[in-house]
């Protein structure tokens, strides 16, 4: 059974701060994908990771792929308040997302 | 950017009504999710269709029920809902062929349900 394992689940953080969150997921998939959700809102997605190494960049959020050690990771630049928001991780087993229990971050000025 | 519809919105019910919730994507794609997720919780799969008139049970058993008749509208009913059923209930689509086969789930603004 795949599970997927976010770390920290609550993050804040100051304006101009660089951070990672983590994502860990238990068993091989082949896609990773990154979303966030603001509060009382939907999910938006932000990356899909589909490859040994693959990288993707959006504005100060760059997302990160290692299949061999079962990584991803979310890298947040220079941190301003509007990246605040819950940041879900999510993997691809068998055709369904199984998602991870999400970063609350919180970004103060 | 994907359009996918929910409604309601905002639900308040009493115990032991039935009510549908509805979900329609405008993109013809072929696969459908609905997730339930309780307020700051990870999402959990209830139900997903790769096709119509093809359904199936998600990994978090639930009481609901869904069908898929048309393409672009995969509805879900509870028979008689009741207080644990209250929670936030999301509907996704995908489509994994095409240009950019990502496959990436596109969702719904949610509907949050009640039961009073």
């Known amino acids: 059974e795949l599970k997927v394992e976010q770390n920290p689940l609550f993050l804040s953080m100051q304006e101009g701060k660089n951070y990672t969150i983590y994502c860990n997921y238990s068993?091989?998939?082949?896609?990773l994908y990154w979303y966030r959700q603001d509060p009382g809102k939907s999910l938006e997605s932000l990356f899909v990771?589909?490859?040994?190494?693959a990288v993707k960049q959006e504005g100060r959020l760059m997302a990160s792929l290692d299949t061999k050690a079962r990584l991803s990771t979310l890298h947040i630049t220079a941190a301003v308040h509007d990246l605040s928001a819950t940041y879900f991780c999510?993997?691809?087993?068998?055709?369904?997302?199984?998602f991870g229990q999400g970063t609350t971050l919180q970004v103060k000025p | 950017e994907a359009d996918i519809y929910q409604t309601p919105r905002y639900l308040v019910i009493g115990t032991g009504k039935k009510i549908t919730l509805e979900c329609s994507q405008t993109?013809?794609?072929?696969?459908m999710y609905w997730y339930q997720q309780d307020p700051g919780m990870e999402l959990h799969l209830i139900h997903y269709?790769?096709?119509?008139?093809?359904?199936e049970k998600g990994d978090l058993s639930s009481e609901s029920t869904v069908s898929r008749i048309r393409t672009e509208h995969f509805p879900l009913t509870l028979e008689s809902a009741r207080p644990s059923h209250t929670s936030q209930y999301l509907c996704?689509?995908?489509?994994?062929?095409?240009?950019?086969?990502?496959?990436?789930?596109?969702f719904g603004p949610g509907t949050r349900l009640t039961v009073l």
């Open positions: 996704a689509s995908s489509d994994r062929g095409g240009a950019k086969p990502t496959d990436t789930q596109y």
């Open positions: 269709s790769y096709g119509v008139n093809s359904t």
């Open positions: 999510a993997a691809s087993f068998t055709g369904k997302l199984i």
């Open positions: 993109m013809g794609h072929d696969k």
């Open positions: 990771l589909l490859s040994n190494g």
């Open positions: 068993t091989t998939s082949d896609r």
